[in-house]
């Protein structure tokens, strides 16, 4: 039995370095790719992400009062984060990965916090959703989250070593890897006993690979090596270099890694399932 991990990255600290520290999550969850358009400023929102329920746009997270979360508490974030509500009690869609973000421990949500507050504010309106009815009624959500939602912290294996309980924190809930690379189901929920599977209908209709262990569709042949370089560099063992959403996620999330991280992540997927799911475009049939 491996050591019983303690359910944070790292003890909440006060001041300057629960900032740091939050900003290192804010990174490795990649918050700025998502929270800033094309040619946009930093956080305050306005990213498309198509889906097949419609187009759904990125909020404002600067403090600006008016247009961002300048009126929020720390609560305001725990909540929104922990059970997908907003301040005024509305139900969030779940391109918002709360559904992932909820195992986010309390220690860390404190040091997202810290670091947000000192982000620049910017005087940014959010711009509506352009939704398919009935996806663009929040009430849906309510019947949405009964069936597709268990809200909770993460909570570590105790059966399982410290370093694979932190990289499976760091996959599952920080990086909230699965909302990428885990199918769907005909209303958005993701199936979780195809985790990591791959995705024929991804961010924007990408195909998103599997990225369990097995060694014809997934990743089981990679050495450690070679998941090393994916996500610091994003080359394959073919020498190619990946391409769409996972360029993003190297730049702005896992090339910010530490070293002891990383290797917890490659550390966890080892431990994954194998799961024998060749992806192919929805376009061509799948």
């Known amino acids: 039995m491996g050591l019983l991990w303690t359910g944070a990255i790292a003890p909440a600290t006060a001041g300057p370095e629960s900032a740091k520290h939050g900003k290192y ?5 990649g918050c700025l790719g998502c929270h800033t358009k094309k040619d946009g400023k930093p956080l305050a929102g306005g990213r498309r992400l198509r889906t097949p329920f419609g187009h759904y746009y990125s909020p404002n997270i600067t403090p600006h009062p008016e247009h961002g979360i300048g009126k929020w508490t720390s609560t305001d974030l725990k909540r929104s984060l922990r059970e997908g509500v907003a301040p005024d009690g509305s139900h969030y869609f779940p391109v918002f990965p709360y559904p992932s973000y909820t195992g986010i421990t309390d220690s860390d949500i404190a040091d997202l ?9 910017i005087a940014q309106a959010n711009r509506p959703h352009d939704t398919k009815p009935p996806f663009g009624a929040r009430i849906f959500m309510v019947a ?4 597709n939602f268990e809200p909770g912290p993460f909570k570590p294996d105790p059966y399982l070593s410290d370093q694979v309980n932190r990289g499976a924190y ?18 958005g929920g993701l199936q979780r006993d195809r985790w990591l599977s791959g995705n024929p209908g991804g961010p924007e209709g990408e195909q998103v690979p599997n990225i369990t262990p097995d060694r014809e569709t997934g990743v089981g042949r990679w050495s ?31 090339g910010h890694l530490s070293e ?6 490659i550390a966890y997927l080892r431990t994954l399932p194998p799961i024998r799911h060749k992806v192919e475009s929805k376009k061509k049939g799948s």
Not at 25 to 29: G, K, Q
Not at 144 to 147: C, F, Q
Not at 171 to 177: N, R, T
Not at 235 to 245: A, I, K, L, Q, R
């Open 224 to 254: 450690d090596g070679d998941l090393d370089s994916l996500f610091r560099m994003g080359m394959t063992p073919e020498g190619d270099f990946v391409g769409g959403s996972m360029t993003e996620v190297i730049e702005n999330s896992s």
């Open 170 to 187: 760091l996959v599952d809930v920080i990086g909230h890897c699965g909302e990428c690379h885990t199918p769907r189901n005909a209303v």
């Open 260 to 265: 002891s991280d990383l290797r917890a992540v």
């Open 144 to 147: 949405w989250k009964t069936l």
């Open 113 to 121: 916090w810290a670091y947000l507050k000192t982000v620049p504010s």
């Open 25 to 29: 999550l804010f990174d490795a969850a």
